[in-house]
């Protein structure tokens, strides 16, 4: 039997690798994108995803792909894969727009046979509250005329160890019958695919994993301020509790929870419970407020460290280390720096910044001033603060012994330098 045609919607972080790992895999693809910008840089052979490098797009045309603004694509598919952005809403739940207008291109131009996936992280009960109706408003029936499923993407980015090819595949239908389309057809696609109960299980399985790590680095973070005041050095402690082989993973406190995934995904459990049962999800909300208060907590942490060298931190140099969200990438998204930088400027201190992977920082209320290289901003500095670990900070020839530092990662070792 022929391998099934694939059209994926929203060429992005998610979607594109599914295009590339599809094409090595010799299916015939198709991609549909809202953005004129996106579609064109695709078919002119350039990647706008970090993982992804102009050399994969031109192996992925020379397959035969190609990218299109124009929804009529879809009917040509077997196969739909939705994987369009779910940003928080106000209401700090999923913010669903894109996805029903993903609905409702699949919904004109839907052929019986056709098996429609929807891959964006949001709250279960989606696919079959919202996805579903909107797909029927075409006559087709979902389990008679088309099958639907949900598999929550995993795209990790910028890991080089786990990738779509061998990061197990979550998927679940809402029928069985929906449930095995989707398991053979991403078994094409990549090496392990685990079939859920159903639908909501499939979609309660990202949630569920991320919310155990914005919960477990709420604790840490947490215990950070408690073992500070006892004079206990957390960072030791996780590094001995590590070494138990079993019934432990180590999280490692830190200034703050950014990224696309952590502090949001979450937000879509506690906003479903809240607004099905009218009850509060308290751990998530517990970790929520945990984790955003660390900006502040470092912030008091910097005045503290100024006050003990009888500085106050108004008119103090304060030099940021590292503003993206997490180590050895160039993402901001949610990055803590930026409400660590606010509260700083709050207390009247002159902030600066330096990060080798960012070369312009624009903050909403304030301008912060970039400091070329490390060593003007050590020495530019009544006080480091290092924010994100990345490489060039863990060089070994660096002493840490001038000018004093708040290391929130627990990576610098030095006489000038205080832990988290
Ligand atoms: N963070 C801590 N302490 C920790 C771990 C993380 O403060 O112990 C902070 C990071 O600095 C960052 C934020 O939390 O600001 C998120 O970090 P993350 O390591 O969870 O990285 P993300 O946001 O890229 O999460 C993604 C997720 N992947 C998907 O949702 C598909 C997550 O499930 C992965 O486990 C994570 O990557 C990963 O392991 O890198």
């Given at each position: 039997m022929d391998s099934p045609r694939l059209a994926v919607i929203g060429l992005g972080y998610v979607g594109l690798p599914l295009v590339q790992e599809a094409t090595r895999r010799g299916l015939r693809v198709t991609g549909f994108d809202v953005s004129n910008a996106v579609v064109d840089g695709l078919n002119g052979g350039?990647?706008?995803?970090?993982?992804?490098s102009d050399e994969s797009v031109a192996a992925m045309l020379a397959t035969g792909f190609s990218a299109s603004?124009?929804?009529?694509?879809?009917?040509?598919?077997d196969v739909v894969v939705i994987c369009v952005p779910t940003p928080l809403a106000d209401d700090r739940g999923p913010d669903l727009e894109a996805v029903r207008a993903a609905a409702a291109a699949v919904r004109d131009h839907l052929v019986p046979g056709q098996l429609v996936v929807l891959e964006s992280t949001?709250?279960?009960g989606t696919t079959e509250e919202v996805l579903i109706p909107i797909l029927e408003e075409s006559g087709l029936e979902v389990g008679r005329d088309i099958n639907v499923a949900f598999s929550p993407e995993r795209i990790d980015p910028g890991n080089d160890t786990y990738t779509l090819r061998n990061t197990p595949k979550v998927v679940g239908g809402f029928t069985p019958a929906c449930t095995q389309r989707a398991e053979e057809f991403y078994s094409l696609v990549v090496d392990t695919v685990v079939v859920a109960k159903g639908l909501k299980e499939a979609e309660l399985t990202k949630l569920l994993e991320n919310t155990y790590r914005h919960v477990n680095i709420a604790l840490v973070n947490e215990l950070s301020q408690f073992c500070h005041l006892l004079g206990i050095d957390l960072w030791d402690a996780i590094r001995c509790a590590a070494t138990?082989?079993?019934g432990f993973a180590p999280f490692t406190p830190g200034p703050g929870v950014g990224g696309h995934c952590i502090p949001i995904d979450p937000n879509y459990l506690s906003h479903r419970v809240r607004t099905?049962?009218?009850?509060?999800?308290r751990f998530v909300e517990l970790a929520q407020e945990v984790n955003a208060a660390m900006p502040d907590y470092v912030a008091r942490r910097a005045q503290d460290l100024l006050n003990d060298v009888?500085?106050?931190?108004?008119?103090s140099r304060v030099g940021l280390l590292g503003i993206t969200?997490?180590?050895?990438?160039?993402d901001q998204r949610e990055s803590p720096a930026r409400d660590v930088a606010t509260a700083l400027i709050r207390l009247g201190a002159d902030v600066s910044f330096h990060d080798p992977l960012v070369a312009d920082w624009k903050l909403p209320s304030a301008e912060v001033r970039r400091v070329p290289t490390l060593a003007e901003a050590i020495a530019g500095s009544d006080l480091v603060i290092l924010l994100q670990a990345h490489?060039?900070?863990?060089?070994?020839?660096?002493?840490?012994?001038?000018t004093p530092v708040l290391d929130t990662r627990g990576v610098l070792r030095g006489s000038a330098v205080a832990h988290l």
């Open positions: 350039h990647s706008h995803v970090d993982d992804i603004t124009s929804p009529a694509v879809l009917r040509d598919a949001t709250y279960p138990k082989p079993f099905h049962l009218g009850q509060p999800f009888s500085r106050s931190i108004r008119g969200y997490k180590a050895n990438i160039s490489s060039e900070y863990l060089d070994p020839a660096l002493a840490w012994d001038t």
